[in-house]
C-alpha cells in the first residue's frame, strides 16, 4: 500500500467543479510530481490534501488512514507539510520567527533548534540572515526559507507548489537540486510543476492532471518520452 | 497657567492610557480577523458591571473593606466576565459569519452591541440609571508643586496610568515573544498559511477576542473606580474614542493603540481646556480627528500601509 | 506505461445534508399513514379550538372569547384566534383528503400557523396564570387547549412531511387583460383589509389593555401560517407575475389602497400618526437605500441628514424660538431643506474619495456624532439644544390646519388624515425618484461600484463624483422627509437624531432587502408597527431588535424582499464563488472550519 493515497478526488468552489476526480499514489521516500497546465487543478488539490479545502468526494489516505475529513492544523500533526503557490512566507516576521512557525505543531525545543541549524546548513543565506525580515528577500531566497519552514515540522510528506514560479533558472537549478538532496535524507516529496520538464526529470514517477481529472500517470523518464506529454507540456518549456 | 496647562495633560494621560487599553482589543481582533468589533466598547462596560456584581453580591464584607484585597479580586472578576462575554459572542454571532461579505459581520457587530447594552439595561438590578461603584483603592490627589501652582494627580488615576501600561508591556511581550504570540500574528497576516503551519484558527481568534476582553475588563474595574459610578452607556462612547485610538495608531498595532489612545486623552483634554467651545465639544474634536485621520492617514502613526483594508 | 482511465462517469452530487438522522428515519417509517397524521391533526386542530384553554378565569381583562372555562356558557361563541384555528383545521381536514395540488407544502403553512398560534397563546396564559398549571390542570378545573392545539399542529406537520413535500407549484394561467386586472384589485382590497386587521387586532396596547400585545402575536401566527400556505399554492407568485404584466396599473391600484386606509379599522389618529411617521423613515431609509443597497456604502450616521433637514425646516417655519424670523410656505420650505441635506450630504461623502470600506462606516459614525453634539450644544442658536425647537406651526392649505378632522363628503375622516395623505404622496415620489435613478446610468454606475469599486474604475467610471452623488441624493431625500417631519411633530429635538436611530434605518433597509424599493418601505414599516403593537415589551425593544439584527444576518442576509438582479452583497450564493486559480481571497467560503 503506497505512503499517501488520493482517490477520485471531486472539489467544487461553489457550483464550479475545479478537481473532477484526481487519483494518485505517493511512495515512501519517492519524489511525485503532478504536471499539468494552468488551471488543471493541481493547485487544488494540494490545498485539499492539506485541509484547506473540503473535497466534495474521493477520500485522501495518508498511511491507510483517511485525513480528507480532518481541520488542515490536525493534517500537519499527521505529517503533511505544505509549501504553498507563491511561497506565503510571513513577510513581517524574521528568518527565525518563520521557522518557528514552521515548527508550531511540536515542542521539544532541542529538536526544532536542532532543525533549524540543518535547514540553516541547507540554504547558509538564511542562517546568515536569520534576524532579517522575510519579506525583504529576493525570490529565490524566498521560496529556500519556504521550503526549510515546510521542513521544520519533520514531515513524512513535503508538498511543494511550483517552487520554481518567478525564479531564475539558475536558482530554479538550486531549488531542484535541494528537492533531489531531500529524497536522499528519506523524505517523501510530492511536487506540483508547470515547469514539467525540470520536476519529471528528478521525479520517481509523475501524473498528468488535465482539466481537474488525472490523464496519464508514468515514471518519470515515461512521461517525458511520451509523444502526448512532450506535445502538451514540453514544447514551450523545453527552452527554460 | 502653567499648572492648568500641565492638570489637563494629566487628565488626559488618565484617560487617553484607559482607552489605549481599550483600544488595544479592538486593534487586535481588527488585525487578526478584519472586523470592526463594535460590541468591545460593551465587553468594557459587561467587565465594570461584573465586578460591581461581584462586589455587591459576593464579596463578604471584611474584603469590601480592604482595597488590597477587593481591588485584585475585582480586577481578576471584571477581566473574567467580560471575557466569558467575549468569548460566546464570538462563538455565536462572529464564526458562523466567517468568510462571508464584510458588511454581514459589521452588522452583526452593531447588533451585539445593542443587545449586550440593553442586556445589562434590563437585567442588572437597577442598571436604568447610573449606579454608585466602590472606590476600591486609595482615595486623594498628590498634588504636584509646579511654578504658579499645583498639579492635582488622583491616585485612582495614577493607578489608571501604570496599570494600563504595565498591561499593554505585558501584551506586546507575549504576542512577540511567545509561541501563541506568534500564531497570532501568523494569523492576521495570511491565516490560510497559518493553517498550514499546523495553527489551529479558531483558537487564536478565540484566544485574541479573551485577551482583548480581558484587558477591557481591567479597563472598566479601573473607570469605575476613578469615576465612582458606572451607566450603560459607557461602553458605546469610550468604544468609539477606543476605535479611534487603534485607527489612529495604525490599525494591528499594538503599541500605535497605546499612543493613539493617549493622544485622544489629550486632544479631549486640552480641546476641552483651550478650543472654543469649551468641554461641550471636546467630543467634537476627537470625531474631527479621527475623521482627519482616516482621511488623510488611513494607516495611522505607525501602521504600514500595505495592512490598510479597503 | 499506463493510461488512468479518466474518471467515468461524472462524479455523484455531494448529498445535501448529513446521513439521515432519527427524524428523518421518523419521518420514512411516518409514510404510509401520512393521511391518517393529516386528518388527525385537522381533526385535533378543532378539538383544540373547542377546548377550554385556561384553567382559571383570565378577570383581568377581556382575553379574548373565553379562552377559560366560562367558555362552557357560551359554546358557539367563537372567535379570535379560536375562530381562526377552526379554519385552519377544517383547511388541513380538507387538504388531508382533497387531491389539491402541493397539498403537503400546503399543510406544512398549515401547521406552523396551528403550532404558532398554540404557542403564543399556550405561553401568554403560562406567564399570565403564573405556571404550568394555567394551561393544563389545577383545583380539579382541566384545560388543555393549548396543548391539544400544539399536538395538533406536530401531527399537521408530521403528517405532511411524511407524505412528502411536493415542489411548488407554478401557474401560467392567462385571461385577457381587464380580468387580470380586476383579480389584482380583489387581492390589493384584501390586502389593505389584512393589513388594517392586523395594525387593529388586539387593540392598542398598553397599560389599559395587557392583551394587545399576545392577541397580535397570535394574530400574526396565524396570518404567517395563511401567508405560507398560500406561497405554497403558488397563487402569490402566479398574482406578483400578473401583477409584474400590469406594473403601473398595479402601482396605482397599491397607491389608491394606501390613500384607502383611513376608511378601514385603522383609520384612527392613532394610527394616522404612528404611519405617518412610518412614512417619514421609510422616505429616509430609501434615502439611505441609494447609498447602502445601491452604492454598497455603509453609512452608520444617516439619520443626521433626517434632523438636518428637520432643523432647516424648523429655523425657516416661523416658529418662536427659530433663529430666523420668516414663515415660508410648506412646499418652499421642503426643497430646502432637501437642497441643504444635499449639501451636508456631499460634505459628508467627500472622505469616500479616498476611504472605503469598514473605514467609511467610521467616518459617517464620526459625522453623526458630531451633529448629534453640536445639535446638543444649540450650535449659533441653531437647534435649540436640549431645549429644542417647539412651536412649529402646523402645515396648511386653504385655511385648513393638516391636523385637524375633517369630513369629506358626509364621511367624517380621523385628524392627522391629511398628513397621512400628504406623506403617503411623498413616499409615493420618494420612491418613483428612488427606482428611476436604480434604473438609470447613475445607478448602473452605483450597482458597478458596489460590486467592485476597482473594476467600476478600470470600466472608466468615474467613482468619485459618483459616490459622492450617492451621499447627495440620499441625503437630500432625507431631508425632504425632515422638513415634513419638522411640521408633523411640531417639536425637532437632537435626542430624535441619535446613533440608534440611523442603527434602526441601516436595519430597516437590511430587514426588508437591500437595494429594492418596496424593501425599505417593508422594512420601516415593520419596524414601527412591532414596537407599536408590542408595547408591553417596550423595555425589551432595543434588546430584540439587536437579537434581530445578529438573527437576520445569520439566517436571512438578503432581507425579506431580495433583490432578484443584485449579485449578493450579504448572501452566500456559491454561483458567486469565484472559479479555482484565484488564490485565497477565491476560497473563502469553501474553506474547511
Known amino acids: ?240 | 497657567m502653567l499648572a492648568t496647562f500641565l492638570s489637563q495633560i494629566v487628565n488626559g494621560l488618565i484617560l487617553g492610557s484607559l482607552i489605549g487599553l481599550i483600544a488595544l482589543g479592538y486593534t487586535m481582533v481588527y488585525g487578526i480577523i478584519q472586523l470592526i468589533n463594535f460590541a468591545h466598547g460593551e465587553v468594557f462596560m459587561v467587565g465594570a458591571y461584573g465586578g460591581l456584581f461581584m462586589f455587591t453580591y459576593l464579596l463578604p464584607t471584611f474584603i469590601q473593606r480592604q482595597w488590597y484585597l477587593a481591588l485584585p479580586l475585582l480586577l481578576v472578576g471584571g477581566a473574567a466576565v467580560s471575557t466569558v462575554v467575549a468569548v460566546l459572542m464570538e462563538r455565536f454571532a462572529y464564526r458562523p459569519l466567517r468568510g462571508a461579505p464584510r458588511l454581514a459581520p459589521l452588522i452583526t457587530a452593531l447588533g451585539v452591541s445593542v443587545a449586550l447594552q440593553e442586556l445589562v439595561r434590563n437585567f442588572y438590578p437597577g442598571a436604568t440609571a447610573a449606579l454608585p461603584f466602590p472606590r476600591v483603592f486609595v482615595q486623594g490627589t498628590w498634588e504636584i508643586p509646579v511654578p504658579g501652582g499645583t498639579v492635582p494627580l488622583r491616585w485612582t488615576g495614577l493607578l489608571i496610568i501604570v496599570l494600563s501600561l504595565v498591561l499593554a508591556a505585558v501584551l506586546t511581550a507575549y504576542v512577540n515573544g511567545t509561541r501563541m504570540g506568534r500564531a497570532m500574528r501568523a494569523v492576521s497576516q495570511d491565516s490560510d498559511t497559518a493553517r498550514l503551519m499546523g495553527v489551529d484558527t479558531d483558537r487564536v481568534i478565540v484566544l485574541t477576542f479573551a485577551l482583548g476582553a480581558a484587558l477591557a475588563g481591567v479597563g472598566g474595574i479601573m473607570y469605575g473606580t476613578d469615576l465612582g459610578f458606572v451607566n450603560i452607556d459607557m461602553g458605546f462612547q469610550n468604544g468609539i474614542f477606543a476605535f479611534t485610538a487603534a485607527v489612529l495608531g495604525g490599525i494591528g498595532n499594538l503599541r500605535g493603540a497605546v499612543v493613539g489612545g493617549i493622544v485622544i486623552g489629550l486632544v479631549k483634554a486640552l480641546g476641552g481646556q483651550y478650543l472654543p467651545g469649551g468641554t461641550a465639544y471636546d467630543y467634537v474634536w476627537i470625531f474631527v480627528v479621527l475623521i482627519a485621520v482616516l482621511v488623510f492617514r488611513p494607516q495611522g502613526f505607525f501602521g504600514e500601509s500595505e495592512r490598510v483594508r479597503a | 506505461m499506463t493510461t488512468t482511465s479518466p474518471a467515468g462517469a461524472p462524479p455523484a452530487p455531494r448529498p445535501a445534508g448529513p446521513p439521515p438522522g432519527r427524524t428523518a428515519r421518523l419521518i420514512a417509517a411516518l409514510g404510509p399513514h401520512a393521511t391518517v397524521l393529516r386528518g388527525a391533526g385537522g381533526l385535533l386542530t378543532l378539538i383544540g379550538a373547542l377546548l377550554p384553554w385556561a384553567t382559571f378565569v383570565l378577570n383581568k381583562g377581556p382575553y379574548p372569547d373565553k379562552a377559560t372555562l366560562q367558555y362552557f356558557v357560551a359554546p358557539f361563541g367563537v372567535t379570535g384566534f379560536r375562530w381562526q384555528l377552526l379554519l385552519f383545521g377544517i383547511a388541513a381536514l380538507v387538504l388531508a383528503l382533497a387531491p389539491v395540488p402541493a397539498r403537503g407544502r400546503l399543510l406544512r403553512g398549515l401547521a406552523w400557523g396551528i403550532i404558532g398560534i398554540a404557542v403564543v397563546n399556550g405561553l401568554f396564559i403560562t406567564v399570565e396564570g403564573g405556571g404550568l398549571g394555567a394551561i393544563t390542570v389545577t383545583d380539579g378545573s382541566v384545560a388543555c387547549g393549548a396543548v391539544v392545539t400544539l399536538l395538533a399542529g406536530v401531527l399537521v406537520e408530521l403528517g405532511a412531511r411524511a407524505g412528502g413535500i411536493e415542489p411548488r407549484p407554478v401557474w401560467t394561467w392567462r385571461f385577457g387583460p381587464w380580468v387580470e386586472r380586476a383579480v389584482l384589485v380583489v387581492v390589493y382590497v384584501l390586502m389593505l383589509f389584512v393589513v388594517a386587521a392586523t395594525l387593529t387586532s388586539g387593540g392598542t396596547g398598553g397599560a389599559a389593555n395587557r392583551y394587545s400585545g399576545a392577541v397580535f402575536l397570535s394574530f400574526l401566527a396565524a396570518l404567517g401560517g395563511a401567508f405560507a400556505a398560500l406561497h405554497a399554492s403558488g397563487l402569490m407568485t402566479w398574482v406578483a407575475t400578473v401583477a409584474e404584466r400590469h406594473r403601473v396599473f398595479s402601482v396605482l391600484v397599491l397607491l389608491a389602497m394606501a390613500l384607502a386606509l383611513p376608511l378601514t379599522a385603522a383609520g384612527n389618529e392613532y394610527w394616522m400618526t404612528v404611519a405617518a411617521n412610518i412614512g417619514v423613515y421609510a422616505a429616509t431609509a430609501i434615502g439611505l437605500n441609494i447609498v447602502v443597497g445601491l452604492a454598497g456604502l455603509l453609512d452608520l450616521g444617516y439619520v443626521a441628514f433626517l434632523g438636518i433637514g428637520a432643523f432647516v425646516a424648523a429655523n425657516l417655519s416661523g416658529a418662536a424660538a427659530a433663529k430666523f424670523d420668516v414663515h415660508l410656505p410648506f412646499a418652499l420650505v421642503m426643497v430646502i431643506s432637501a437642497v441643504i441635506a444635499g449639501m451636508f450630504g456631499a460634505v459628508v461623502g467627500s472622505p469616500t474619495l479616498r476611504v472605503r470600506g469598514d473605514y467609511l462606516a467610521i467616518v459617517t459614525l464620526a459625522f453623526g456624532e458630531i451633529f448629534v453634539r453640536t445639535a446638543q450644544n444649540n450650535i449659533f442658536g441653531l437647534t435649540g439644544g436640549s431645549n429644542a425647537i417647539p412651536g412649529i406651526p402646523q402645515v396648511e392649505l386653504f385655511g385648513t390646519r393638516f391636523s385637524d378632522r375633517i369630513a369629506v363628503a358626509g364621511i367624517q375622516l380621523p385628524a392627522g388624515v391629511l398628513y397621512y395623505l400628504l406623506i403617503v404622496f411623498l413616499v409615493a415620489i420618494v420612491m418613483l425618484v428612488f427606482s428611476h435613478l436604480k434604473e438609470s446610468r447613475l445607478g448602473r454606475a452605483w450597482i458597478a461600484i458596489r460590486e467592485d469599486e476597482d473594476a467600476a474604475r478600470a470600466m472608466g467610471i468615474r467613482t468619485g463624483p459618483i459616490k459622492i452623488m450617492a451621499f447627495l441624493c440620499g441625503a437630500t431625500l432625507a431631508g425632504f422627509a425632515g422638513a415634513f417631519f419638522a411640521h408633523k411633530t411640531g417639536t425637532v429635538s437632537y435626542e430624535s437624531f441619535r446613533f440608534t436611530e440611523s442603527v434602526t434605518l441601516i436595519a430597516a433597509v437590511i430587514l426588508g432587502g437591500m437595494g429594492t424599493v418596496p424593501g425599505a418601505v417593508l422594512g420601516a414599516s415593520l419596524l414601527f408597527v412591532l414596537p407599536e403593537k408590542l408595547r408591553e415589551f417596550a423595555d425589551y425593544r432595543l434588546l430584540l431588535f439587536g437579537l434581530a439584527l445578529i438573527l437576520i444576518m445569520r439566517f436571512r442576509p438578503q432581507g425579506l424582499v431580495p433583490d432578484r438582479h443584485r449579485r449578493a452583497e450579504l448572501a452566500r450564493d456559491p454561483a458567486d464563488e469565484p472559479p479555482p486559480g484565484g488564490s485565497t481571497a477565491g476560497s473563502r467560503a469553501e474553506v474547511a472550519a
Open chain 1, 1 to 240: 500500500m503506497s505512503f499517501l493515497q488520493v482517490r477520485d478526488l471531486v472539489v467544487a468552489y461553489g457550483a464550479i467543479q475545479a478537481v473532477r476526480g484526481v487519483s494518485f499514489d505517493v511512495e515512501k521516500g519517492q519524489i511525485v510530481s503532478l504536471i499539468g497546465s494552468n488551471g488543471a487543478g493541481k493547485t487544488t488539490t494540494l490545498r485539499t490534501i492539506s485541509g484547506l479545502l473540503r473535497s466534495v468526494s474521493g477520500e485522501v489516505l495518508l498511511d491507510g488512514e483517511p485525513i480528507h475529513r480532518l481541520p488542515a492544523h490536525k493534517i500537519v500533526m499527521k505529517g503533511v507539510a505544505h509549501s504553498p503557490e507563491g511561497r506565503k512566507l510571513f513577510s513581517r516576521m524574521t528568518v527565525e520567527e518563520n521557522l518557528r512557525l514552521g515548527a508550531y505543531t511540536r515542542s521539544d525545543e532541542a529538536g526544532i533548534r536542532e532543525d533549524m541549524d540543518h535547514v540553516y546548513s541547507l540554504f547558509p543565506v538564511l542562517g546568515e540572515r536569520r534576524t532579517n525580515k522575510a519579506g525583504l528577500f529576493s525570490g529565490g531566497e524566498q521560496q529556500m526559507l519556504a521550503i526549510g519552514r515546510a521542513l521544520m515540522s519533520r514531515p513524512s510528506v513535503l508538498m511543494l507548489d511550483e517552487p520554481s514560479m518567478g525564479l531564475s533558472p539558475i536558482m530554479t537549478q538550486k531549488i531542484f537540486s535541494t528537492i533531489k538532496e531531500l529524497r536522499s535524507e528519506g523524505t517523501t516529496v510530492l511536487l506540483v510543476e508547470q515547469n514539467a520538464l525540470s520536476a519529471l526529470a528528478l521525479s520517481d514517477r509523475g501524473y498528468v492532471i488535465d482539466l481537474g481529472r488525472t490523464t496519464l500517470s508514468g515514471t518519470g523518464h515515461e512521461l517525458l518520452a511520451d509523444s502526448r506529454v512532450q506535445e502538451a507540456y514540453l514544447g514551450e518549456g523545453v527552452g527554460t
